[in-house]
Every structure is written in structure tokens, then in C-alpha cells.
């Protein structure tokens, strides 16, 4: 392998790691191998080659391919040609639109960015923008020409024609996606492969923060759920199996020993008896910490079935129980937050959420919920809005649970600044930081009671 | 004890394969795995490639129903080669993956030869006659080609996970009483895994890795009409279409290659020749397992109009 490919090769690799991808020498050394056997030639095979041997779980493929595409790029500089107006451009997607075609569309976010995304005075441009380009293409509004062509062409025709909007809507996301990596490329020839793949490149979804992700990163979110949720299952009962090591049971012992000549050759352990742990969430879901309190909710309600019984209630200066709107079937996680803010009683003279006072409507009407076998998670961001944190309120919900665990989704540094109350609470409880979906699974699989 | 010692010297270690690989590039592979009627997509015939290449093995992960274990079996075809299969489960170990003593042979070679002094038997009884091999150690000591399936892996305990590691790592096995035996003839290693549970870093960093997926709507029209050759090309691709539909949905379990080409057999079956409602309505049940998705896919599809 040339010096230049190795050093491609690796700067690559050191950019995964900088977002977080752990890939060690050995790894490098397999890509190399993969990158010598299946030559330059092909860019799409060397993309699956080296990702099969870079990478170790699929959540890391998104990431992967938005760097592979600044690190090996399909060419260099602007595209040859004139690039055309809007309107011809606009032409020409609802064309390939209606005819699904993926090599055309790439094409064509190539020269919408040529022709619309640059910005700035000097020849050329300063830089390349995918959102100023399809704020100007607006290819969103094509849907309803692309449908009435494809329906006009007989495509639309039948039972499958009344998947077509979905199916178009889904072409054009991928369409979009198509401008911003090519945005990405013309930037990161302009200002440095290394930078941009450091700054422009989102991490993975579940390191994304909860106080800052967006909507579409909250929906990326929800579809791990369930598959966190088996793992954490799985994580559970491995725990369960090794807590009934431990105590000999005697008596069974013995009966045992009786067919080895009275010899205990195989020692059995006392099993334990089940312990039918509670769980108790109580969610801030106001404003900012909302993406936080549902993402969480929804990973318990998915991992209910290791509980006697879960209960969920949700304030933002009110209390009220919500674990009914959380029951399976019923719950559709998009629109879960709103569901809860329109149907429970949340808020009483004003908006802003106010842990005092809930914390102590909670101990005054659902003490009962609380008992020796029950385990209590806070979630929230401990903001009271200078308000009484109520301290006494808090001490007497953790006096009468099992445990009580407070997770914070703010970074730690954060906390005690402004209105924040969490160095108070914090020397009452145990108080973790969660700020991202990684921490919230490390933390739910340790802390949940077995 | 000079038993023992020619064992171990017999073994001798030979690295790669001496026939060559298996695949001379990776369209190669597609075209041949084709012949055995697996449609591979670029990504798997890529990585499977390489898998033959760098002579490492080659963990497959995904849904339920995409074709992981199928993969495994069409390689074997392909190459002409012996299927090793470890089915793993929980509770699965070392005398169930690696090899066993035959205590009772053991005892009754003891008992048959009585005049011989005690270091000749027990010589005698840690040989290879009173060996069990199980599927790991079968599959390295053959000297035919070998493919090597270890099936859903993560159902294994975390302790089996060590056991593999030194197997797929150098192809060897150390049996403390024979001493350590190599592969004369790497096998190909495919693992597979429904990632229910996350295998240990160690495991995967010794492996290729391959996500396998739901294919996209060219190459599942193909696979439909592959498998299924008597269906009508537009109610194929209505098929796929509506599929490709329930995927994008939020469901609790997504239909996958084997639900479509269920249907698309239990549509045959029916004699349907188009879809629409009635049928969809009647039959939504082959490729949805859940009431829940039943119902919610229902109103997406405007089934209840009707």
C-alpha cells in the first residue's frame, strides 16, 4: 500500500475515533488488508470492506458513512457543466422522483449544490450550504406533481397506490440527505478533510444530549427503545442468576449426594426467593427536560414485564398519575408528550415547573405507592425556579422507599448554577448525571432493582 | 506417553488455507452464491469476500428472518464444504461445544485390562479413541473444507464467549491432556446474533463484521420471485411495496424476508391475482404477529374502511 493510501487509511480511522468508534491497531491493519484486496476501483465495495472491518455495531453505520464520505469522496471539485437554473432543476427531480431513480438523484444534489448552495463573494464561493440549497429547491413541494405524474403513468394504480405518498415522501428525505453530504464534501475541500469531520459530523444517537437533541433525533431515539430494552432484560437476568449464588442449601445437598455414595460432589445453592421489586417514576415533563422524562418513561414501560408493578407519575408544579397512558398498545410513543400534558393535571397557577411543591403533593397523595420493595427514580433537571426545593418532602419519599435515585440530565458542571437546587437534593439522594441514551442504559442496567 | 507426542506432532500447523481461497472477487461470490439460490446484496458478497480472504471469521448480525443462518448454509454448498453447526442456548459449555471424556469407555477400558501397570493406562485413556469431539473441535480437525456455523450466539452464556475466543482467534483447541490441536485446514467461521444481548468487545474485535438487514425493494422482488416463481410480477412488487410500508412503521416486530415470502406463498395459495382490501385483511395475519401491529397497520392501509 502507497504512504498516500495509508495515511488516508488512517487519518480516516483517527477521525472514527474521535467520534467515539473504538477501533484498535489490528483493525487498521485488517482494513488495509480488506482496502488490498478489493483495490480502489469500486468505491461501494471498498465502503462495505471497510466497515466490515472498522466497525462492530450497527449503530455506528450512520456515523461511518457520513465520514467515509469526506475521507473517500467519489471525486474532486465542482461537477462539469453548467448546473442550470431552478426551475430546470426542479424539472428534472420530480422526474427522477417519479421514476425512483438513485443515481440520477445523486446527480442531481451534486449540481443543486453547485448551482444553489454556494455562499459568499469571492469566484466561487466561500462555502457550500445544503440548507440554503433546499431552502431554494424546495424539493418538499413536489410531492403532489410527483404523485399525480406516477398515478398518471399507471404506477399509482391499485392497492399498493395508496402507499405511493409515504413511498415519494421517503425519496425526497433521501434526497435531502444526498444535498448535505455533498454540501459537506465541497466544504471540507474548501476548509480541511480533518476539521470538518471533527465539527460537521453528528454523533451517534445515543450520545446525542437529551437538552439539546431535535425532533428527528428524539424519533431516532424511540426506535431503540425496545432493542435497548432486551438488552437490558437480557442484563437483568444475568444478574438474577448470579445473585442465587451463594448460600448452600443443605438438605438438597445431601439428597443429592445420595447417588455419589453419600458424597456431596455437586453443592446446590439456595435459591433465592423472588423478590417482586416496584418501580416508581416520577418525570419532570416540562418544557426542556420533556425529551428526557419520555424517552425514559417509554424504556421502563418496555422493560415492565420485570416488575411486580411499575407506576409512573408526571409533574411540572402538579402531580398526577400517568402510568395508564403509558400501557402497551395504547402508547404511541410520538405522540406520548402531549398526550400526557393534555390529559393529566400538571400545572396549577402557572406553567414553570416547581419541585417543591410536587414532590410534596406527591408524599401527601400517593405516600401509599411507597414501600419497603419499592425502588423511586426522580427525573429532572432539579430547575425550581427559586422556588422552595422542599427538602423535608424529599427525605420522607426516600425514608419510606427501598432506594431512591435521582437522574439529572444536565451535565454535571451545570448543577447549582441559577435556579438549579441539585447540590440540595444531591446531599439527600443519590444523584447521577444521564445525560445522553448511552448513560441512561449503563445506569438503568445498574441501578434497577433485581 | 509416546502416544501422546505423536499426536501433538501430527498436528502440524499450517496457516490459510494451502488450496487458495475460496472466491477470486467479490462478484464471484455474488454469482455463485446466486447458483445456489441465495441473492446476496453487495454488502454481504463484500464481506463474505473478505471473510475467505483474511481468513478471519465472520459475525452476522440482524433481525430474525433475513437470512443469517441461510448465508452460512449457502457458503457451505458453494465451496463443497462439511456444515459444522453449533446451536447455542443458554446453559450451553464446554462438553457441549468443544469435547467430552467418554468416562463409561474410560471405565470400562480400565476394568477390561487388568494385568497392565497403572502409567500404561492411564496413558491409554486420555487418548484420542476415548475422545468426544464436539462441534468446535470437529470442525478444526477435519481435514476436508469446513464452514463453521455457531448459531445465535448471544443466546450463550458470557463464559462460553472465552471458549470461542481461542478458537477463533488462532484455530486451535488445547485439550490439557493431549496437549494443544491446530487446524491442519482453516474452517470458514460464520456467527450469528439477534443482539439480544451485546457480545463482549473481545469477541467481536476477532471477527469481520456484517449488519445484515432488510434488503432493499429491487433485490426483495428478486428473492420473492426466486422463491416463490408462480406469482404474478405486479402482485410481486405490490407485495414488496406494501412490506417495504410496514417496515417504515413503528412496529413491535416488523415483518422480515421470511414474512414476505410467506405471504406471498399464502397468496398464491389463495389464487389471489390483485391485491386489495379483503385479501390484505385476511391475510395480514401471516406477516404481522401482534394484534397491536394488526390493528395499527389496519389504519394505516384504511383496511377498516371497508
Keep these: 500500500m502507497s504512504g498516500d493510501a495509508a495515511e488516508r487509511l488512517t487519518g480516516f480511522v483517527a477521525a472514527l475515533r474521535a467520534h467515539g468508534v473504538r477501533i484498535g491497531t489490528g483493525e487498521t491493519v485488517d482494513a488495509a488488508e480488506a482496502v488490498a484486496a478489493l483495490g480502489f476501483a469500486d468505491r461501494g465495495l471498498l465502503r462495505e470492506g471497510l466497515a466490515a472491518t472498522l466497525l462492530h455495531t450497527?449503530?455506528?453505520?450512520?456515523?461511518?458513512?457520513?465520514?467515509?464520505?469526506?475521507?473517500?469522496?467519489?471525486?474532486?471539485?465542482?461537477?462539469?457543466?453548467?448546473?442550470?437554473?431552478?426551475d430546470s432543476l426542479r424539472d428534472r427531480l420530480a422526474d427522477?422522483?417519479?421514476?425512483?431513480?438513485?443515481?440520477?438523484?445523486?446527480?442531481?444534489?451534486?449540481?443543486?449544490?453547485?448551482?444553489?448552495?454556494?455562499?459568499?463573494?469571492?469566484?466561487?464561493?466561500?462555502?457550500?450550504?445544503?440548507?440554503?440549497?433546499l431552502d431554494?429547491?424546495?424539493?418538499?413541494?413536489?410531492?403532489?406533481?410527483?404523485?399525480?405524474?406516477?398515478?398518471?403513468?399507471?404506477?399509482?394504480?391499485?392497492?399498493?397506490?395508496?402507499?405511493?405518498?409515504?413511498?415519494?415522501?421517503?425519496?425526497?428525505?433521501?434526497?435531502?440527505?444526498?444535498?448535505?453530504?455533498e454540501a459537506r464534501r465541497r466544504v471540507a475541500e474548501r476548509r480541511g478533510r480533518d476539521e470538518i469531520a471533527r465539527r460537521a459530523v453528528a454523533p451517534t444517537a445515543d450520545r446525542v444530549d437529551f437538552l439539546y437533541a431535535g425532533r428527528d433525533r428524539l424519533a431516532?431515539?424511540?426506535?431503540?427503545?425496545?432493542?435497548?430494552?432486551?438488552?437490558?432484560?437480557?442484563?437483568?437476568?444475568?444478574?438474577?442468576?448470579?445473585?442465587?449464588?451463594?448460600?448452600?442449601?443443605?438438605?438438597r445437598t445431601l439428597r443429592g449426594s445420595l447417588s455419589t455414595g453419600g458424597v456431596p460432589m455437586r453443592p446446590v445453592l439456595r435459591r433465592r426467593r423472588p423478590a417482586r421489586p416496584e418501580l416508581v417514576l416520577l418525570c419532570d415533563v416540562s418544557g426542556s427536560v420533556s425529551g428526557f422524562s419520555?424517552?425514559?418513561?417509554?424504556?421502563?414501560?418496555?422493560?415492565?414485564?420485570?416488575?411486580?408493578?411499575?407506576?409512573?407519575?408526571?409533574?411540572?408544579?402538579?402531580?398526577?398519575?400517568?402510568?395508564?397512558?403509558?400501557?402497551?398498545?395504547?402508547?404511541?410513543?410520538?405522540?406520548?408528550?402531549?398526550?400526557?400534558r393534555a390529559e393529566a393535571r400538571l400545572t396549577g397557577y402557572h406553567g414553570s415547573s416547581d419541585y417543591g411543591v410536587a414532590l410534596g403533593e406527591f408524599a401527601q397523595r400517593y405516600g401509599a405507592a411507597v414501600g419497603p420493595r419499592t425502588t423511586v427514580f426522580v427525573l429532572g433537571d432539579a430547575r425550581t425556579n427559586m422556588s422552595d426545593p422542599n427538602l423535608a418532602a424529599l427525605r420522607e419519599i426516600s425514608a419510606r422507599a427501598r432506594r431512591l435515585y435521582w437522574l439529572n440530565p444536565e451535565p454535571r458542571p451545570l448543577w447549582g448554577t441559577g435556579d438549579s437546587a441539585a447540590p440540595e437534593y444531591a446531599g439527600l439522594v443519590a444523584m447521577h448525571e444521564c445525560r445522553n441514551a448511552h448513560q441512561l442504559g449503563a445506569l438503568v442496567g445498574r441501578l434497577l432493582p433485581i | 506417553m509416546n502416544k501422546r507426542l505423536d499426536m501433538c506432532s501430527d498436528l502440524s500447523v499450517l496457516d490459510?488455507?494451502?488450496?487458495?481461497?475460496?472466491?477470486?472477487?467479490?462478484?464471484?461470490?455474488?454469482?455463485?452464491?446466486?447458483?445456489?439460490?441465495?441473492?446476496?446484496?453487495?454488502?454481504?458478497?463484500?464481506?463474505?469476500?473478505?471473510?475467505?480472504?483474511?481468513?478471519?471469521p465472520l459475525l452476522v448480525e440482524g433481525p430474525a428472518g433475513v437470512g443469517k443462518t441461510e448465508l452460512a448454509k449457502a457458503v457451505a454448498?458453494?465451496?463443497?464444504?462439511?456444515?459444522?453447526?453449533?446451536?447455542?442456548?443458554?446453559?450451553?459449555?464446554?462438553?457441549?461445544?468443544?469435547?467430552?471424556?467418554?468416562?463409561?469407555?474410560?471405565?470400562?477400558?480400565?476394568?477390561?485390562?487388568r494385568d497392565e501397570t497403572w502409567d500404561e493406562t492411564r496413558t491409554d485413556i486420555f487418548s484420542e479413541e476415548f475422545l468426544l469431539p464436539r462441534p468446535l473441535l470437529t470442525a478444526i480437525r477435519g481435514d476436508e473444507p469446513t464452514v463453521l456455523l455457531i448459531d445465535e450466539t448471544d443466546k450463550a452464556d458470557v463464559e462460553v464467549e472465552g471458549l470461542l475466543l481461542e478458537v477463533l482467534s488462532d484455530f486451535q483447541v488445547?485439550?490439557?491432556?493431549?496437549?494443544?490441536?491446530?487446524?491442519?485446514?482453516?474452517?470458514?467461521?460464520?456467527?450469528?446474533?439477534?443482539?439480544?444481548?451485546?457480545?463482549?468487545?473481545?469477541l467481536r474485535r476477532r471477527c469481520l463484521f456484517l449488519h445484515l438487514g432488510f434488503p432493499d425493494e429491487e433485490l426483495e422482488r428478486r428473492i420473492v420471485r426466486l422463491k416463490v416463481p408462480g406469482l404474478d410480477t405486479a402482485l410481486t412488487e405490490s407485495v414488496v411495496r406494501v412490506v417495504a410500508a410496514l417496515r417504515a412503521m413503528d412496529l413491535r416486530k416488523v415483518p422480515s424476508v421470511a414474512e414476505t415470502i410467506d405471504w406471498a406463498r399464502t397468496l398464491l395459495a389463495l389464487g389471489a391475482t390483485t391485491l386489495d382490501e379483503t385479501v390484505v385483511r385476511d391475510s395480514l395475519g401471516v406477516i404481522l404477529k401482534h394484534q397491536d401491529d394488526i390493528l395499527k397497520a389496519g389504519a394505516k392501509l384504511d383496511l377498516d374502511a371497508v
Design chain 1, 136 to 181: 431554494r429547491l424546495r424539493p418538499q413541494t413536489l410531492l403532489a406533481r410527483v404523485r399525480d405524474e406516477m398515478r398518471r403513468q399507471g404506477g399509482g394504480s391499485g392497492f399498493a397506490g395508496r402507499l405511493l405518498e409515504d413511498e415519494i415522501r421517503r425519496r425526497i428525505e433521501e434526497f435531502r440527505g444526498l444535498v448535505a453530504a
Design chain 1, 294 to 340: 419520555d424517552f425514559t418513561m417509554l424504556l421502563v414501560q418496555a422493560l415492565h414485564d420485570q416488575f411486580s408493578k411499575v407506576r409512573v407519575f408526571a409533574f411540572v408544579n402538579r402531580i398526577d398519575e400517568v402510568t395508564g397512558l403509558l400501557e402497551h398498545g395504547r402508547a404511541d410513543p410520538e405522540g406520548l408528550g402531549s398526550r400526557i
Design chain 1, 96 to 133: 427522477a422522483l417519479a421514476a425512483g431513480d438513485r443515481a440520477l438523484l445523486g446527480q442531481l444534489a451534486i449540481e443543486a449544490v453547485d448551482g444553489l448552495g454556494g455562499y459568499g463573494s469571492s469566484p466561487g464561493a466561500d462555502g457550500w450550504s445544503s440548507y440554503q440549497t
Design chain 2, 77 to 113: 454448498q458453494v465451496a463443497g464444504a462439511r456444515l459444522v453447526r453449533l446451536q447455542c442456548y443458554e446453559g450451553v459449555d464446554e462438553s457441549r461445544a468443544l469435547y467430552e471424556w467418554n468416562h463409561a469407555k474410560q471405565l470400562l477400558r480400565i476394568s477390561a485390562g
Design chain 2, 174 to 202: 488445547t485439550v490439557p491432556e493431549l496437549g494443544t490441536i491446530t487446524a491442519s485446514r482453516r474452517p470458514f467461521v460464520v456467527l450469528t446474533s439477534n443482539a439480544t444481548r451485546e457480545l463482549s468487545e473481545a
Design chain 1, 220 to 251: 431516532e431515539l424511540r426506535r431503540t427503545v425496545q432493542p435497548l430494552a432486551r438488552k437490558l432484560a437480557t442484563r437483568l437476568a444475568a444478574r438474577r442468576r448470579r445473585a442465587t449464588r451463594g448460600t448452600i442449601d443443605l438438605r
Design chain 1, 58 to 86: 450497527p449503530d455506528q453505520r450512520r456515523l461511518f458513512d457520513t465520514v467515509f464520505d469526506l475521507y473517500f469522496p467519489y471525486g474532486v471539485g465542482a461537477p462539469a457543466g453548467d448546473p442550470g437554473d431552478r
Design chain 2, 16 to 56: 490459510r488455507s494451502p488450496e487458495g481461497p475460496l472466491f477470486t472477487s467479490v462478484d464471484d461470490v455474488s454469482a455463485r452464491l446466486a447458483e445456489t439460490g441465495y441473492l446476496a446484496a453487495p454488502a454481504v458478497a463484500t464481506t463474505v469476500f473478505l471473510a475467505d480472504r483474511l481468513g478471519k
